[in-house]
Each structure stands twice: as C-alpha cells, then as structure tokens.
C-alpha cells in the first residue's frame, strides 16, 4: 500500500521544520567558563584555545559585561594563583582577599544580575596539581572535603550565587551544604560535579591554568583515583542521585559530546537540572579542525550544542559561548 506516513513532509521547509522542531537553544542556556589571572590589563592568549585568554580582573569585567549583553546569565570562574601562593592544603583557597573572592566581589559588584559560579577544588592552589591533599602518595579524601568547605564558605562570603564543587571527594556536597547552612547562607546554591570522569578533554584546561598533576615520585600522575571510569555508566548515575540526596541544586555532567548518553539517563533519573559542560578539548578539537579548513566551525558549533540540549542539559557550560550567543542573536 502507499506510504500513510510520508516523515519527509514535516521536512519540507524551514517553515515546517521550525514549527516541529524539538529543541529551541538560546543564549541564556549557556554559562561562560573564564580564567582569572594576577595584574592589571593582562590579557595572555592560551595556545592550545583559539580565542580564549587568561584574563586580569579588570578585562575580566569587561568580558563579563559583554557576555550579560549577549543574553549569558551565568559564569564559572577559574584563576590561575602565582607558584608562591601554592602549597599541598590549598590554604589560600580560603583567603578572604584571594584572587577568586576578590573576583567574585567585583563582578558581582559591575554585574549584579550575573550568576557567579566559582569552581571549587584545590587544583590551581595545590603544588601537585591535585584536586585536594596529598598523603603518602594518596589523594586524602575527608580533610580535602574540610579545606573545600572552607573553601565554599568563602565563595559564599564574597558574595558568589552559587558554589561548584568538581572535586569528586566523596561527601563534600553534603558537608558543603550543611556549612552553607549552619552560617546563614540559604540561598547559596551547589552545583555539583557530579558524573566528572578522568578525561583527556581536559589538557588545554590544564595548560590555561598550568595545574597538570606534576610528575613526581610518591604524587598520582593523573585524577584517577577520584575523577570516575570512562568505561562506566551506572556509576555516573549512582554519583547524581547521591549529590541531590546530599542537597546539590543542579548536577553536571561532564566532558559533554562523548557523554551524552550519561546525560540522557541522568536527565530520566533525577528532578533537578542537569548542566553539561563541553570542556576544552571539545573546544580545541573544533578550532583545529576548522582552522586547517575541515569542518565548518560554525555550523558544528551549533550542531554540538543543540545536540548537548537534545541530551537533556539545561545549561552548558562552554567555551562558544560569546561566539554562539553572537550567532543566535543575529
Ligand atoms: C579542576 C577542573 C578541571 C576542569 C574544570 N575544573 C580540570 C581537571 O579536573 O583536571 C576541566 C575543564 C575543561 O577541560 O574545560 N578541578
């Protein structure tokens, strides 16, 4: 019999296909990762991240009012502390005037409407260039969850929106949440780095900041101790349920385009809103390939973008995401 069903009318133009379209995306479903460094009117490219820079918190301002004039609601902030300042507890994780609570203040200051995510974890303060305290050899989890609690108290202080733990200690929401708390900080919220898996994505990351694991006896030479298997899955799931049950407010996922599959299951499995953040390496892989002429960077921009929503992200966190908003604004 002739086909009832033709799928392809719903496909025959832009019209139709706008109409039946599944997945909208926007500039505000993006969050703005940015890397913070010491000085003035500093501006230092980072190589391996075409068009990303480390910037001083003057430009930073800056940056971050572009980004509110783009329609992002929302910024992660990662700062890159001078050697001197590093030791293996991260005390100056929790300096009431460190570069991140002063960063805080002041965009929260020039920018009051902007969510302001800080990342928490002892990496760009810790000699070794690990997330928490090392200890004969070992990443020790429960005084890395006090130095991260101190640490989110201090975010809170300075005035961040929310605190974002992508540590993967076990424990540290629960133990976050109930500092957040008991010093009057309700409204502080956590996302949680919840499904965080120990990935190559991260290189360029770890060039940005210069907080690669150092290779050095008796120190862990990767994050595989605490960051989770690429292998698994019902892991990842297992991570999500327990961040909401100890009181997270969003879960991440992340890297993004290689996971997608542990987004979709985790968007079925719990009721809070789940972030995905599409990592450097993600970022780097397209600016390469487009720069040498081979794929068409805005086009697999927004491709991989819609398809991270189509996963079930509420928010992405991403490099594109000036670019992207520019774009979609147009
Ligand atoms: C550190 C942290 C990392 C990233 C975000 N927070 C690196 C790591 O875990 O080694 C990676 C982000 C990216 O690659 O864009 N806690």
Same mark, same amino acid.
């Given at each position: 019999m002739f086909p009832l069903q033709r799928n392809r009318r719903l496909r025959t133009n832009e019209s139709i296909r706008s109409l039946v379209r599944e997945t909208s995306l926007s500039p505000q479903d993006f969050m703005l990762p940015m890397f913070v460094a010491e000085g003035k009117d500093v501006k230092v490219a980072i190589p391996s991240m075409p068009g990303i820079y480390r910037h001083s918190l003057d430009n930073t301002i800056k940056e971050v009012k572009e980004a509110w004039d783009l329609g @992002?609601?929302?910024v992660n902030i990662y700062v890159k502390v001078s050697d001197n300042l590093k030791d293996n507890k991260g005390v100056e994780a929790w300096n009431k005037d460190g570069l991140m609570q002063q960063t805080i203040r002041a965009i929260k200051d020039a920018v009051p409407e902007m969510i302001v995510m800080p990342d928490v !974890?002892? =990496?760009p303060y810790s000699i070794y260039g690990? =997330?928490?305290i090392i200890e004969n050899g070992q990443l020790i989890n429960d005084a890395t969850v006090?130095?991260?609690t101190r640490m989110s108290l201090s975010h809170a202080e300075?005035? !961040?929106d929310f605190v974002a733990p992508s540590d993967m200690m076990d424990g540290r929401v629960l133990a976050i949440r109930k500092a957040l708390e008991e010093n009057g900080h309700h409204n502080v919220g956590i996302m949680s780095y919840s499904a965080k898996y120990a990935s190559a994505f991260y290189g360029p990351f770890r060039d940005a900041l210069d907080s690669a694991p150092v290779?050095?006896?008796? @120190? %862990?030479k990767d994050k595989k101790t605490y960051q989770m298997d690429y292998a698994n899955r019902i892991e990842g799931i297992r991570e999500a349920l327990l961040d909401v049950e100890e009181g997270?407010?969003?879960?991440?996922?992340? %890297?993004g385009i290689a996971y997608l599959d542990i987004v979709?299951? @985790?968007? =079925?499995?719990?009721?809070v809103p789940v972030a995905v953040y599409q990592v450097s390496g993600e970022y780097a892989m397209v600016k390469a390939a487009a720069e040498r002429g081979w794929l068409d960077h805005d086009k697999i921009m927004i491709e991989q973008l819609y398809c991270i929503k189509r996963a079930g992200a509420s928010i992405i966190s991403t490099y594109f995401a000036k670019e992207a908003a520019l774009l979609l604004n147009k």
């Open positions: @992002i609601k929302a !974890a002892l =990496d690990h =997330d928490g006090d130095a991260l300075a005035g !961040a290779d050095s006896q008796n @120190i %862990p997270a407010d969003i879960v991440m996922v992340k %890297p979709r299951e @985790i968007k =079925d499995t719990v009721h």
